[in-house]
C-alpha cells in the first residue's frame, strides 16, 4: 500500500510580495477575460480542467494553486502569449557546446 504525505501548502506569507501581487493580477486577468467572453466558471472549469474551488483560487491570486492551473486557463481564454511570453533564449538554452556555465565570480558562492 503506497502511502503518501499530503502537499505542502504555501502560505501567504512565505511568498515574496512581487510573486503574491503577480498571481494576483493574474488572477483578476483570468477573471476579466472569463467574463468578458461570456464563458460561465462552471464552463471554463470543464476546459481547464479543475474543480470550481481551485477556479475560485485561481481568480484570487492563491499562491497554492499549480502554475499550470494558471497558464491552463490563460490557454484556453487565449491570452497565454500575452500573460505570459517566452524567455528570451539566451535566459536558458545551452551555449554552442551544448553545456550552460554558470559565471562564478571571486569570492562568489552558492548561498543566495
Known amino acids: 500500500m503506497k502511502v503518501s504525505m499530503p502537499r505542502k ?11 503574491s501581487e503577480r498571481l494576483a493580477v493574474w488572477g483578476r486577468a483570468i477573471r476579466t477575460q472569463r467574463v468578458r467572453q461570456r464563458i460561465t ?14 477556479l475560485s483560487r485561481i481568480e484570487h491570486g492563491d499562491a497554492a494553486v499549480n502554475v499550470a492551473g494558471y497558464m491552463s486557463a490563460f490557454l484556453v481564454l487565449g491570452i497565454l502569449d500575452e500573460a505570459m ?3 528570451r533564449p539566451a535566459l536558458w538554452s545551452p551555449d554552442e557546446n551544448g553545456r550552460v556555465r554558470a559565471r562564478r565570480e571571486e569570492g562568489a ?4
Open 41 to 54: 466558471a462552471d464552463q471554463l472549469c470543464v476546459r481547464v480542467g479543475v474543480s470550481r474551488a481551485t
Open 9 to 19: 501548502m504555501l502560505s501567504s506569507a512565505s511568498v515574496p510580495t512581487l510573486v
Open 109 to 112: 558562492d552558492d548561498y543566495f
Open 85 to 87: 511570453p517566452l524567455l
